[in-house]
């Protein structure tokens, strides 16, 4: 622990107790505080192990979570959702809510660093949840207060099909599969239809062509193509 132990220890209990847990729970408070710890406070002694833990954590409570309440989505969906559900704009956003900027523990010019602010509050975020984690190796004290949160969110993100990141899901497929990059090609529409989708997509891995795709903007255009693609290979997975 730092050597304000008894300040610091005040500091995570208040933490907790914004998750709803007591601090009676079995938590592994050394965990925490190094969860909440900035590597430009320490080279060694910082959240970037536990980080790498929460990110898996964070999934696989999104999995669940997909898994128990939406079973009429699609794999590609469920993909989709959980893209958005573990991107740093929403565990930053989470952060927030949560006032995590407030205990962690930030030294030199990153203190300044507005720009990188919402990534560090993504990363203490993760790294929070592999400490509550590894406090217990189960979900027992994140599953409480996470759920409702991911819950209202795919319910959000349902509503409104634009928000499904289908390209994150490809582009996590492609790295998992060939550790590289799905490639994008767009085209503007010289003579837009009716529907004034202006561009034209086309989403490309190894010189085979997986998906195509129109929107309105280049964004839009590549999410479609990269859901073309996206549901073609997760078919023969799921067949398999």
């Known amino acids: 622990m730092s050597s304000v132990y008894p300040r610091r220890q005040r500091q995570l209990e ?129 599953r409480p207060w996470l759920d409702p949160h991911f819950q209202q969110l795919t319910t959000e993100i349902r509503l409104d099909p634009a928000r499904l990141n289908y390209k994150a899901a490809l582009q996590e497929w492609t790295q998992a599969q060939f550790k590289v990059l799905p490639e994008y090609r767009v085209l503007e529409v010289s003579q837009p239809h009716r529907t004034h989708e202006r561009f034209f997509a086309e989403v490309w891995l190894h010189e085979k062509m997986l998906g195509q795709g129109k929107g309105r903007s280049i964004k839009a255009a590549e999410q479609a193509a990269a859901k073309v693609a996206y549901l073609a290979i997760s078919t023969p997975l799921k067949d398999e």
Request: aromatic residues 8%.
């Open 14 to 142: 208040s933490l907790v107790q914004k998750f709803g847990l007591s601090i009676n729970a079995p938590i592994k408070w050394q965990l925490l505080d190094l969860a909440l710890t900035h590597p430009t406070v320490s080279d060694t002694a910082n959240y970037e192990q536990l980080e790498f833990v929460g990110d898996a954590v964070v999934r696989l409570v999104a999995a669940e979570i997909l898994w128990e309440h939406y079973a009429d989505c699609s794999v590609g969906d469920f993909a989709a959702i959980r893209s958005v559900l573990v991107s740093d704009r929403i565990l930053a956003q989470l952060a927030r809510e949560y006032g995590l900027e407030l205990y962690l523990l930030v030294a030199g010019s990153a203190t300044a660093d507005h720009v990188g602010q919402e990534s560090r509050l993504a990363d203490s975020f993760e790294a929070v949840l592999g400490a509550l984690y590894l406090s217990t190796n189960n979900l027992n004290l994140i």
